[in-house]
């Protein structure tokens, strides 16, 4: 079903539903989860050890009962009374979240886009790093972006066996991206980061993200005044 | 709290939380709600009139009484044995998050992202328009760019009162991204999008929300095999 209809956040989080691993989760579970991450960053940045759930529940608006049914079901973290310790519930989410290991991370199409992402702070900190960038333009393959010069895009395989990218992300035109996601399967990377505003069709093993930049003004415009 | 700490989700959403109107609703049920509208539209398109919380649950993976629970906060929906009405919660929840109204946009910062951003399908149709464009590169000013010219920042508050603006977007260096939501606000937009990756301090009245790419590569992450 989910690969049915136009592209939207239902069919990019249906795909994933379909292919996720063993631990099965839903796609506002792993919201949840990542939002949780950022509250522990936060908490550890203020100094914090140990939060119970009600506390966290209230600093960040959220139902302690959710906490602790989303976190229970990953093993016990929090000691009733005392609360969860924060280092070792990050850590954990961290793990969880496939955030303790390395992803480095080819770009196919060095546009506006490709280029802002290759400087992106967000996609190069922690486990991220952009360290390829592919266009099929022949004014801006051997140009020097961010630290790695732009390939020819006939050369995909080759830039992902020698930078070891694990993770491409799609920024060309709509008519191309279930080209090039086809060939970033081909070349080996285990997952795709979408923006181009087209349904691709996943392969199994290769998991797909669409992202889409529109809901982020969809969730402003609620808070807009009339 | 929400403004301490480093850029996160964690704080904009605590800032959306303060800000928020009348009508109380968490960060994680608005996002629900996002999700719901794109279920929807998705059944719309597939020319389904009507289904069930179960239904919907059921091929979205979600949690019927969760729904029922969301839907419920808003008013009377669904009748039950029958389910909703998809046109009429869709219309509603449409209302809901503000999205028959229409927005139109202005970027500030006209380099790669604000010039993609300019360009996305996005932010280009339905509710949303990107109607102006401001940078201070004299190099950038005068040029026609998707439908517009890019005028000169210090200009910025005749920009937005000849283009009608009311939403602004963010997409300047991280040092220059306080300086612009203030002339923003000064301006009269009603709210901000910022993809600039840094903490900004919003003002009563005009909503701010940090768009964090990085997360969308989180989510990924979780899904890609060892």
Known sequence: MAHR????EVGERGEHREQSEPQEISPLTLNRLSFYLRCLRQLQELGKARISSQEMAQRYHL???????????????????????????????DALL?????????????????SALARYVGFNHGAFQVVAGVDNDPRKIGKAVAGFTIRDATELADVVRAS?????????PSEAAQHYYDALADAGVRGVLNFATVRVKPR????????DLRINL?????????
């Not at 209809?5 to 939207?8: E, F, L, V």
């Open 164 to 172: 070891g990218a694990l993770i491409g992300v799609l920024t060309v």
């Open 5 to 8: 209809g136009d592209r939207d």
């Open 218 to 226: 969809e969730e402003l415009a609620f808070f807009l005044k009339e």
């Open 204 to 211: 199994p093993g290769v998991p797909l993200k669409n992202v």
């Open 63 to 93: 139902s302690a009962t959710q906490i602790r049914k989303d976190l229970a079901q990953f093993g016990e973290f929090g000691i009733r009374g005392v609360g969860y310790q924060i280092d070792e519930l990050a850590e954990h989410l």
């Open 98 to 114: 496939g955030l303790d290991r390395h992803h480095p991370m080819v770009i196919v199409g060095m546009g506006n886009l490709g």
